[in-house]
């Protein structure tokens, strides 16, 4: 029997090496359980002392520690008391409350939130954020110390690490003027083509033109040039397009 508790506790460990050699720190949920005992299986979260409480022996300081190392020191803690003869004892940190990343910038509900097992990516980070505000950007940036990463929110999952800086930006826009039904800023998306771009306007009015479109645009030097725009032109990110009256 004993030989089959090693062998789960090793298959337990190779399944899950990040989880086993993080530290354990304050806010943590962890799940306690003794071998062969279940009236001593423990759920808490570890207290500002770093510490949680466990039958019998009391509070045990368990913060700065892997699961594995806290788990022996508990073992050694309940033999040396002579309330078990040869404990074996496990601990599964169940909430990473002292792994922490901060959601800055274009989301409902900026502010630092906890990873777990079940949010440690960057899509559910976000949406426990409340999700992107309209003028969010689907691209964000994750800030790990000194390196940033441009990461889509769509696009392949990211696993976050305590620490993180998740910056939601502002969604690139293009403006559109003049006849035109809904004059003002749009969102942008590549691939948007002149026409597509009135069209998210509203249309044309009676008044303007499809032949009298013009296009502002900053160029290399940053200096706005102006363009006349046909249908089919591609729209790039904080283009002017302006619709002028017709002739007739």
Known sequence: MKRMWFAVVFLWAAAFPAWGAEKLGVGDAVRVTVFQQPDLTTEARITER?????PLIGEAKVTGMTAAEAAAKIAAEL???KYLKNPQVSIVRTTLRSQQVSVLGMVARPGRYALDDTSSRLADVVAAAGGLTPEGSSSVTVIRGAQKHQVGLLGKSFELQGGDTIHVDRAPVFYIYGEVTRAGAYRFEPGL????????????TPRGSDRRLKLRRAGPDGKIVETDAALRDAVRADDVIYVKESLF
């Open 50 to 54: 770093g510490t949680i409480a466990m």
């Open 193 to 204: 083509s002149v026409m597509q771009a009135i069209s998210l306007g509203g249309g044309i």
């Open 79 to 81: 033999k040396s008391g």
